[in-house]
């Protein structure tokens, strides 16, 4: 079975390269991926391979890539958890933990995260943990995943004081984006992945933000070629960043467009309340005014980006949690230095930035937006 | 005040580099630095300066380095852990992290380990995972941390069901290993890390096994100039095999020399019963039985290294745990790959090798040394 599958148009599958050194890897995207041996024949030999997934997941996809990972090892195992951000803890990564010693694996053991962000950044965290490394694989199987989380090798679990602040920059050893796995998303769900596309027009490419106007029914539709592209694009985008900031020293920092006012929410209602795609849809509604107000960007780029959160179903206002209680969930932000919030803002359609911004101006924003 | 203080010869003092590329670093080694601001000038700058340690050691040099930290950091913190293997756990860990969260530490923040091998082990994997890696800084307080531990960049915590199965390989920024503060060690600290010292001799440097045999009365009174020599050869040793093979791939493996056995004693009876250095002193006396055994060292070999770790006044026989329960115990080890367990032996003096070994011959050497 090829890479590029007939549903697809084959300049909108493939693969996508992430340029690391000898950390580098290959993003597979495509319909009809995870039941295909060929797809798996580039994965490191071993003894064991590990499926860690959670309980929504599973029942779905794991016996398909059981199997089809069946013809590389000599014994697949796997690991269930709850589903959602709440289980993004300690406590599950002792889980994993827990079911690799038992079944005495190895530090050749390949582990597979499959499922969204939350089992993909938890399996990568206890694969650069477990015996100090092991190689794992990203089987993302929601958009977010798809086309934000599973790239780029941040993993991490919460803690209560804060969103993803225990983890570790570890790279996979490949992704497989089975588009196919998109089937069975919830419409919540979908949205939350559309806010991570959205969010790489405005930081790195004028025409993708122009493009996801344009085919954001087809995309809320499910589409199949919209989304390969939507994937791929993306892919490309965070590609070339983490290329050339892997650690998050400077330009990688763009990437959380949004996220610095997203995580505050998340932090403020309890991570899961909203979805994390639904907290950077609004984030980056705010970090829109922030650039405005900041005198970098004409009001209608505000507007502009007010409606296309809207059209994908997301939350253009945040919860009513207090400004100082924004300001403070937000100098606990990883990007946060010596207690100054430093926010990414966007300079020029296509070009972001990151600054800091005095705290009657980002009140202003928390007022116009929450609430 | 210069780093080659008065009381040691310069030739024994002074500094040892490890050479990994972009993560190199020094290793200062001499009496006197803990309080020297020059000592700790190359450190960088940040903020907030942590400094973790025990309930044991803080009381002693916490205020000293404290102290001398204070011209170059605008605050210093303290987190101060139970003292002891048995505190090695994610619980110890996640009190650093919260200490962090609470004090609004940035990525920026600088910790330090000051204390032995559970400590620094234990702080590096802080360091690692914490808004996923600041930089921190070795402080060994005891022999085995000077001459092993804190010098590599293997860093962990135990799991109930294995030694150090959670960590990471994170390199400190700088190790600083002040002779004065062996001065507060017990005897039985001080022997476990002549545990260690002696290793290096079998594994990489016949001339030091000579050494250390001449100049072991001198290392028990603890002589200054006698535990400079050690402390600084055994850098050096060290540093000659992490450079060559960070990540045991290979190489690196050799520095396990009689821990297999060792990792086995300590789980068996439960963290914390022994010191590490008295399992590997143990355990090296049945990795050189297993040596000459499988017919690669004559039987003088054992004898000789009998007498050694005797007279180190370390155990040479190991606790009665049954040899199936020894042979489980080593199947876990993070050495073994599919269920097979993999030796360091000594192939001729000053070189060693990984190899496997018939069970029939491990149950042997298992009953000759234990019970």
Same mark, same amino acid.
């Given at each position: 079975?090829?890479?590029?599958?007939?549903?697809? /148009?084959?300049?909108?599958?493939?693969?996508?390269?992430?340029?690391?050194?000898?950390?580098?890897?290959?993003?597979?995207?495509?319909?009809?991926?995870?039941?295909?041996?060929?797809? =798996?024949?580039?994965?490191?030999?071993?003894?064991?391979?590990?499926?860690?997934?959670?309980?929504?997941?599973?029942?779905?996809?794991?016996?398909?890539?059981?199997?089809?990972?069946?013809?590389?090892?000599?014994?697949?195992?796997?690991?269930?958890?709850? $589903?959602?951000?709440?289980?993004?803890? =300690?406590?599950?990564?002792?889980?994993? *933990?827990?079911?690799?010693?038992?079944?005495?694996? $190895?530090?050749?053991?390949?582990? +597979?995260?499959?499922?969204?962000?939350?089992?993909?950044?938890?399996?990568?965290?206890?694969?650069?943990?477990?015996?100090?490394?092991?190689?794992?694989?990203?089987?993302?199987?929601?958009?977010?995943?798809?086309?934000?989380?599973?790239?780029?090798?941040?993993?991490? %679990?919460?803690?209560? &004081?804060?969103?993803?602040?225990?983890?570790?920059?570890?790279?996979?050893?490949?992704?497989?984006?089975?588009?196919?796995?998109?089937?069975?998303?919830?419409? &919540?769900?979908?949205?939350a992945g559309l806010a991570e596309v959205?969010?790489?027009?405005?930081?790195?490419?004028?025409? *993708?933000?122009? =493009?996801?106007?344009?085919?954001? !029914?087809?995309?809320?539709?499910? !589409?199949?070629?919209?989304?390969?592209?939507?994937? &791929?694009?993306?892919?490309?985008?965070?590609? =070339?960043?983490?290329?050339?900031d892997e650690r998050e020293g400077g330009?990688?920092?763009?990437?959380? *467009?949004?996220?610095?006012?997203?995580?505050? %929410?998340?932090?403020?209602l309890g991570y899961g309340e909203w979805?994390?795609?639904?907290?950077?849809?609004?984030?980056?509604?705010?970090?829109?005014?922030?650039?405005? /107000?900041?005198?970098?960007?004409?009001?209608? +780029?505000?507007? &502009?980006?007010?409606?296309?959160?809207?059209?994908? /179903?997301?939350?253009? /206002?945040?919860?009513?949690?207090?400004?100082?209680?924004?300001?403070?969930?937000?100098?606990?932000?990883?990007?946060?230095?010596?207690?100054? %919030?430093?926010?990414?803002?966007?300079?020029?359609?296509?070009?972001?930035?990151?600054?800091?911004?005095? $705290?009657?101006?980002?009140?202003?924003?928390?007022?116009?937006?929450?609430?």
């Open positions: 079975m090829s890479l590029l599958a007939s549903t697809a /148009r084959p300049s909108e599958a493939g693969t996508v390269h992430i340029a690391l050194g000898d950390r580098s890897y290959d993003i597979h995207i495509g319909p009809g991926l995870l039941g295909a041996p060929s797809v =798996w024949a580039t994965v490191p030999q071993a003894h064991s391979a590990v499926i860690v997934t959670n309980e929504t997941v599973g029942p779905l996809y794991a016996e398909r890539l059981a199997h089809a990972l069946g013809t590389r090892f000599r014994r697949v195992l796997q690991v269930s958890l709850p $589903d959602g951000e709440a289980y993004k803890t =300690w406590e599950s990564l002792n889980r994993v *933990f827990d079911g690799l010693l038992a079944a005495g694996c $190895d530090r050749k053991t390949v582990l +597979f995260a499959l499922g969204g962000g939350v089992i993909g950044d938890l399996t990568g965290f206890a694969a650069a943990c477990y015996m100090r490394g092991v190689p794992f694989v990203q089987v993302p199987t929601t958009l977010l995943a798809q086309v934000d989380s599973s790239v780029g090798g941040k993993t991490a %679990i919460n803690h209560p &004081r804060g969103k993803n602040m225990i983890g570790a920059f570890y790279q996979p050893v490949q992704v497989v984006a089975d588009l196919d796995t998109l089937d069975t998303l919830a419409a &919540r769900e979908l949205s959205i969010k790489y027009g405005p930081i790195a490419d004028a025409a *993708f933000l122009d =493009w996801v106007e344009a085919h954001l !029914d087809a995309l809320l539709a499910m !589409d199949k070629e919209a989304l390969a592209h939507a994937v &791929r694009r993306s892919c490309e985008i965070k590609a =070339w960043v983490v290329g050339q330009l990688r920092a763009i990437l959380n *467009f949004g996220h610095t006012f997203g995580h505050a %929410i998340e932090a403020g979805l994390h795609g639904e907290a950077v849809g609004c984030g980056m509604v705010m970090a829109s005014d922030l650039s405005v /107000r900041l005198g970098l960007m004409p009001p209608s +780029f505000l507007q &502009r980006m007010v409606r296309l959160v809207e059209r994908a /179903r997301l939350p253009v /206002r945040g919860p009513k949690l207090g400004t100082d209680r924004y300001l403070d969930l937000m100098r606990v932000d990883k990007k946060a230095e010596g207690g100054e %919030i430093r926010f990414v803002v966007i300079e020029a359609l296509g070009r972001a930035g990151v600054r800091a911004a005095p $705290d009657e101006v980002v009140a202003e924003v928390i007022e116009a937006h929450t609430g």
